[in-house]
């Protein structure tokens, strides 16, 4: 079994651990803060400006503290940003009621996110051997799912046992645990890059990384629109749990798909692998637009994830090829600050047609965020399959 010879490693185990609890408050964050700021009489704009502050706020700060990573190491920078992170939360479970205590307390915990998700990555390489790096990449991306299960469980949970404040000092702890379960980690000390790069665009100088983060931008957005158009069809249609059916299953189908991928033999050339997942995650929320009934409507929410997580798998080793000297870790945060946009993006625009529009088209828009991430993929496939040497010498030409 792969995974079996993965996880036996030495310190695999460990870090995959560390990372993916200090990862639990970034799938807790959005629940907490609304509970939170509810229970101490806020009205629901202040609960939207308050979880957008913090999706934003961690969009920008988390290239930047990749960045750092790049040119000082993991520990200092993983150890700091827990603690100043964990700050925010404290500020939001101290001061609820107050407007400026509420939307500073989001602003810190959100850009000073420890940047956990793209030092894993960036310690793959290091971690197993180059014929495991793949399914290292696929286990990495089913966790990442079983996170965004657990951290609305996790908050949940702790508003059964005490008032809403109890979720943001748990993610305020956990964010630290996990930070310094991996921080001290030998790995993680001994890490640093080969050069120290300069550039002050870093790793967006390459025009092919630009190509691969436009197409995930365009998952990103399907993601979105699903979030939203699972709440509208919930209300329209009788699916037990609603859109807390829905959504998990789509994060089953992902959980699905990494593991088939991690344990499947695929020979093709990863920028090919990219163009048929991309169009296999298309195909999925096309099905999507055509509205199924309640049982169809189940099957299809877990085929909308199970391309995603192999695609995410494909597209972090194709991350690691394509950043520049010295910019991998900041290339791995871009590539999660452009889901999230897409997330949001896609939740954003989707939520205003459902106003005025029904949810086929709602769907259909989804799909069509998805399907132009295929097409910048299969355009683009010479462009990322060129040799790394190759590829230099054109983007620098």
Known sequence: MPYLTLLRRPFVVRLLAGSLVGRMPSAMAALAIALTLREAGAGYRLVGLATGVFAVAGAIGGPLLGRLVDRTGQPRVLIASAVVSGLGYVLLALAPGSLYGSLGGAV???AA???LEPCLRALWPELVPEGEVQSAYAVDAGAQEVVFIAGPLAVAGAAALGPAPLALWLAAGLGLLGSLVMATARPSRDWRTRTRDAHWLGPLRSPALLLLLVALFGAGWALGGFNVFSVAYA???EVPGGA????????FGALLGAVGYGALRWTADAPLKAVALCAGMAGAYWLVAL???PAGACLVAVG??????PLLTVSFGLVGELAPDGTVTE???WLVTLIGAGVAAGSAVT???LADGTLPAAAALGACGVTGGALVLALSRGRLALPVAVRETTDTA
């Open 331 to 333: 290339a791995f945060a």
């Open 304 to 309: 909308t994830g199970v391309f995603f997580a």
């Open 244 to 251: 807390g059916l829905l959504m998990p299953l789509s994060a």
């Open 108 to 110: 810190v915990a959100g």
């Open 113 to 115: 996110a420890p940047p």
């Open 235 to 237: 209300e329209q249609h």
């Open 351 to 353: 939520g205003l047609l």
């Open 291 to 293: 509205v199924p009934g």
